[in-house]
């Protein structure tokens, strides 16, 4: 780990004392979000130190043109930016006319911020001293509502403690922003209007290329001493920014506190038309609530969440804080409601890695949101992919594939690939395997065969043109290959017969082949319109089978290892443990060029095939592979810790799993990346998830019931947590006296609990 100051709380993130060189990673850390928008946690207030301000909304984005490559044949032309839209959340605050800036007050004392995860709100509290006889005492709450996914609610409290002062704070809205991850400087956002109505404000903004508009909106409340008090809210306005004021004297003892109700309506979701009608519409809903109603309804919103998707962990603070961090994050990014909308790599915690959906969905995230919350949500994943596969086939025939073939982008907002790594962008088409293995999880999970017909197979045929394609037919090795791609493994580039992407695309086909003869026979409607719409005809399928029945897989017969590719044995292989301290982590401190010729994995690329298909292979098998490239691997990608940590659990080797975890749960709790001031790792946090429930919980599908082998780390005295399977919710508790399960649903259920099947019926019943 690279940081240690977040105190260990079980439903708290909690920073306590002032240091500025903590200051942008803690905004990453204490970051708020809705799954509509979401902010990282700057302060209101003016801060003239370092800081990296961000506010994003769901779904809007910008082209910004790629700085290298995009003259090259199929080069995407663009990278999908996240955008860093328009500031809401400003509050500048005047002492006796003296600015509140951390930066530059005389001392700043009892500083400390807590991200309270049970109850859905951050806050922020410190004193600020400007002379020896002047101090305030600052209590800043803020919370994106659940309820009302266009709305936030900022409580910004100042308590004269000593002395007496006058207060005048002057909320705003700032348009005049840009990203900080820019390729060109480009302005991303054009200025429309600007419309202050009373306490109101309203600034309306349009991305440049794309055409959203979003209006961003404001209104201010003053309360002293718990009264509220009227104010003609006088206002200054430029050709970025909306001011108001609000001022007040207290007496040593007393506090004002503005009260700021703010957020965004976009275009996505509303005619651009209405925005400004829309915004007053939250603000005149917001307002007649009030502030103590709107906190009690994000508390009972996320009461809601919790009593599905929570894991507790009995014994271990740190371990626990970590698993709620990491859920909490999800449920901030992703609600499920809009199939528009994806999980992105930092979601509402910074820019990096621009675009909104990677292949991190249908590998990692979706085994969460389909376990703890309706299956619509993940099949709203599913739709997603399927929405965007017109965009796909378009993908590859820009490099040369016919016929439908598809090829998912790696990078994307709407489904055209925005990724601008030639190494990535062409090469790492194991991507299109992760589309076709989330359908076959969806499915297994939970046994709604219905999207295939519906939509899934179009997507599966057209990943299989795209292999059979993609295939090169050796007469040497009378085998097909895979030449010149990427695994999963990105320290190796340009690669031939990558073992994991060469497995998985003959699953694909194979799968694929199946579930033609399935529709056809139990579908038929279905069948003959997906054969006509994708002109599927018996030879291509035929041609499509020769390739997967003779697909070349590398394999060492001395090792009896797969070899993660051709010519990894020429490498020199030295275990991770004897590279020096100070070359770590390699991806900072070595060239690229020595990075692609070490022997260092990133992350897990032969043992993702183990993960995806556990059943393909023995334990035996399993503990070969590990022992072989788990030493290898530096763990350099935040998807690498959870998988490693599964299977070290499936090889009952549990304090190397209990470390694997403790990892990926407090990846950016503890910085162990020295990144985390860029965002957090929200598709990994759902690795995490992965790794209590499928690793010490054991969950597989076995002949279609629910599996559970559980082991308990002894650093634990227990654990729990819930499933819902098929519309009904199991409770699993491991303790050190064994394992149990209960299920609340209408019927019986058979699952598997350590190898013994058993017939659970419902202890409490779904009306």
């Avoid at 922003?177 to 109101?200: G, K, P």
């Avoid at 969806?442 to 299989?464: F, N, R």
């Avoid at 490693?644 to 950016?668: C, N, P, V, W």
Wanted: charged share 25%.
């Amino acid at each position: 780990m690279n940081q240690e100051y977040i105190i260990p709380d079980a439903w708290s993130i909690i920073e306590e004392g002032w240091k500025p060189s903590q200051v942008e990673s803690s905004e990453s850390l204490f970051s708020i979000g809705n799954g509509a928008m979401g902010q990282r946690a700057n302060f209101e207030e003016k801060y003239t130190g370092d800081s990296f301000q961000g506010s994003y909304v769901a779904g809007v984005y910008y082209p910004d043109k790629t700085r290298v490559g995009w003259w090259k044949n199929g080069y995407p032309e663009y990278f999908a930016k996240v955008l860093n839209a328009p500031n809401f959340i400003g509050i500048d605050v005047f002492v006796d006319g003296i600015e509140l800036d951390l930066a530059t007050v005389q001392e700043v004392t009892h500083y400390r911020r807590e991200l309270h995860m049970k109850e859905g709100w951050y806050e922020r509290s410190f004193t600020a001293h400007f002379s020896d006889d002047k101090a305030i005492k600052v209590v800043a709450r803020r919370f994106m509502s659940l309820e009302i996914d266009e709305l936030a609610v900022i409580n910004y409290q100042v308590t004269a403690v000593k002395g007496g002062m006058s207060i005048s704070f002057q909320p705003y809205i700032d348009a005049g922003i840009t990203n900080e991850d820019t390729n060109w400087d480009d302005a991303f956002w054009e200025i429309e209007e600007l419309v202050s109505d009373d306490h109101q404000g309203f600034v309306r903004s349009r991305t440049n290329k794309t055409n959203f508009y979003v209006a961003t909106y404001m209104q201010s409340e003053l309360i002293k001493n718990g009264v509220h008090v009227q104010y003609a809210a006088p206002f200054d306005q430029t050709d970025t920014v909306i001011r108001h004021q609000a001022a007040g004297y207290i007496a040593q003892g007393e506090s004002l506190t503005l009260r700021k109700y703010a957020g965004y309506t976009s275009s996505l979701n509303q005619e651009q038309a209405n925005l400004f009608l829309v915004a007053k519409s939250v603000l005149q809903k917001a307002t007649a609530l009030g502030y103590e109603s709107l906190l009690k309804l994000q508390s009972d919103s996320w009461a809601q969440i919790w009593a599905m998707a929570d894991i507790s962990i009995d014994g271990d603070l740190k371990a626990q804080q970590g698993i709620r961090f990491n859920i909490f994050q999800l449920n901030q990014t992703y609600s499920g409601k809009d199939s528009r909308l994806n999980i992105g790599p930092k979601g509402f915690t910074g820019e990096k890695y621009g675009g909104s959906t990677y292949w991190d969905t249908e590998a990692y995230c979706i085994p969460f949101y389909m376990a703890t919350k309706d299956q619509q949500v993940a099949r709203n994943l599913l739709r997603y992919r399927y929405e965007q596969l017109d965009k796909a086939v378009e993908n590859a025939g820009k490099l040369g594939f016919s016929s439908g073939a598809a090829l998912y982008p790696m990078v994307t907002m709407n489904g055209e690939e925005s990724h601008n790594e030639w190494e990535i962008t062409f090469e790492e088409i194991h991507r299109n395997g992760a589309m076709v293995y989330a359908i076959y999880n969806y499915v297994k999970y939970t046994g709604d065969y219905s999207y295939i017909p519906e939509m899934g197979l179009e997507v599966m045929i057209a990943i299989a043109k795209f292999w059979q394609q993609r295939a090169t037919y050796s007469q040497r090795a009378k085998k097909y290959m895979i030449l010149g791609v990427t695994g999963p493994n990105e320290y190796e580039n340009n690669v031939n017969n990558n073992w994991y992407t060469n497995y998985l695309a003959k699953w694909c086909i194979h799968y694929t082949i199946e579930n033609i003869h399935k529709v056809k026979e139990s579908h038929p409607a279905d069948y003959d319109r997906i054969r006509s719409k994708t002109d599927l005809t018996d030879l291509e399928i035929a041609a499509w089978k020769e390739v997967a029945d003779n697909m070349y897989e590398p394999f060492d017969e001395e090792l009896g290892i797969y070899l993660q590719q051709d010519g990894f044995l020429d490498k020199e292989i030295i275990p991770v443990n004897d590279l020096p301290k100070q070359n770590r982590p390699i991806n900072q401190k070595w060239s690229w060029d020595r990075i692609l010729r070490s022997c260092y994995i990133k992350q897990a690329d032969v043992l993702q095939c183990f993960y995806f298909f556990e059943d393909h292979f023995t334990k035996e098998q399993l503990a070969k592979h590990f022992d072989f490239y788990e030493p290898l691997t530096v763990h350099e990608s935040s998807l690498s810790p959870c998988v490693h940590g599964i299977q070290a659990t499936k090889l009952d080797r549990l304090d190397q799993a209990y470390e694997f975890y403790l990892r990926t749960s407090r990846l950016d709790l503890d910085d162990y990346n020295k990144e985390v001031e860029e965002g957090c790792h929200i598709t990994s946090m759902a690795g995490t998830w992965m790794s209590i429930v499928e690793g010490f919980g054991g969950l597989q599908i076995i002949d279609d019931k629910p599996s559970f082998t559980t082991k308990l780390p002894q650093q634990w005295k227990g654990f729990s947590f819930k499933i819902n399977f098929r519309n009904q919710i199991l409770y699993v508790q491991v303790s050190k006296t064994g394992a149990k399960v209960t299920l609340e649903g209408k019927q019986s259920q058979d699952i598997i609990l350590n190898g013994e099947y058993i017939t659970l019926e419902p202890q409490f019943v779904n009306v």
